[in-house]
């Protein structure tokens, strides 16, 4: 199938809602073919309300966190109870999603963001966290939800930055139902070689969180846009690309919210703008 561009919903909003639901429809005026909805415990919409007017209009959904997930919840955890506990949180999502008809739940799943660890990894982490991912993917797949790991920098995690360490871990995790999600964001301060980043994960490669390195408009940075577009064009991708930032003009007061999540400049002061010249640099450089 050919490849399906979307966005995530903190291009429009700070929170996903039942009075959000227009935004399904500026999305799909737009072109747009997939919606990304961060959940979280304080996330609170009717879940029939959004798949009814997401299928009405033919636009696929997925999920990650993003909301509030409590920080002992954690697959990676040394306490086996909060291993236990993250486990049945990440779970509850899954079941939020198929309840929306999600096709994907998407993260840095095996972790939490925003814990990093300054110290040699003990022997037994990975083995747990694959673990627990392996449970995960299998709880995904009864539902019909693809579970998708996304690798991220290492001021937001110490378990999984690379592409070759997101597919060690999904090995040693062995379910079929695991997959990856690269972010060109993330990417920037971990690896040199982007289509060997591509070619790394090609065959559990579900999707692309698309912006530069800024997280303003993908192109006029340094993310190497042209090395990204011609692996993925080798390997025939047919996956799931998603603009991805934070809204820096919405807010009370305007701009506080992509201030809340760490933004201090103006990455994305105009949603439509940024999906319109996203989407259009992305599918130009993928064009054979």
Same mark, same amino acid.
């Given at each position: 199938m050919p490849i399906q561009f979307g966005a995530h919903c903190y291009l429009f909003t700070d929170r996903w809602a039942d009075d959000r639901l227009h935004l399904l429809d500026t999305a799909r005026g737009m072109g747009l073919e997939v919606w990304e909805i961060s959940v979280g415990d304080d996330v609170v919409f009717t879940p029939a309300l959004t798949r009814a007017r997401a299928e009405a209009l033919g636009l696929a959904l997925t999920i990650s966190p993003g909301g509030d997930w409590p920080i002992s919840f954690d697959l990676s955890a040394q306490d086996a109870g909060d291993r236990a506990r993250g486990l049945a949180w990440h779970k509850k999502q899954v079941d939020l999603g198929a309840e929306l008809g999600a096709v994907a739940y998407t993260g840095a799943l095996y972790g939490h963001p925003g814990v990093v660890e300054r110290r040699l990894r003990p022997p037994e982490e990975l083995g747990r966290t694959a673990e627990g991912l392996h449970a995960l993917a299998a709880h995904g797949a009864a539902r019909g939800i693809k579970i998708v790991l996304e690798p991220m920098s290492h001021f937001r995690t110490d378990l999984v930055n690379t592409p070759t360490q997101l597919m060690d871990l999904i090995a040693l995790a062995d379910h079929p139902n695991l997959w990856g999600l690269l972010d060109t964001?993330?990417?920037?301060?971990?690896?040199?070689?982007?289509?060997?980043?591509?070619?790394?994960?090609?065959?559990?490669?579900?999707?692309?969180?698309?912006?530069?390195?800024?997280?303003?408009?993908?192109?006029?940075?340094?993310? @190497?846009?042209?090395?990204?577009?011609?692996?993925? $064009? %080798?390997?025939?991708?047919?996956?799931?690309?998603? #603009? !991805?930032?934070?809204?820096?003009?919405?807010?009370?007061?305007?701009?506080?919210?992509?201030?809340?999540?760490?933004?201090?400049?103006? @990455?994305?002061?105009?949603?439509?703008?940024?999906? $319109? %010249?996203?989407?259009?640099?992305?599918?130009?450089? #993928? !064009?054979?």
């Open positions: 964001y993330h990417l920037v301060t971990e690896i040199r070689d982007y289509a060997a980043a591509v070619h790394t994960t090609a065959p559990r490669l579900w999707g692309l969180h698309a912006c530069e390195n800024d997280r303003g408009v993908p192109g006029g940075g340094i993310v @190497p846009w042209e090395a990204l577009f011609g692996a993925l $064009r %080798e390997i025939a991708f047919e996956g799931v690309v998603l #603009l !991805e930032t934070y809204n820096s003009a919405i807010g009370d007061p305007p701009g506080s919210f992509a201030v809340g999540r760490g933004m201090f400049h103006n @990455p994305c002061p105009d949603a439509a703008a940024f999906v $319109r %010249e996203g989407v259009g640099f992305v599918k130009a450089g #993928l !064009e054979p």
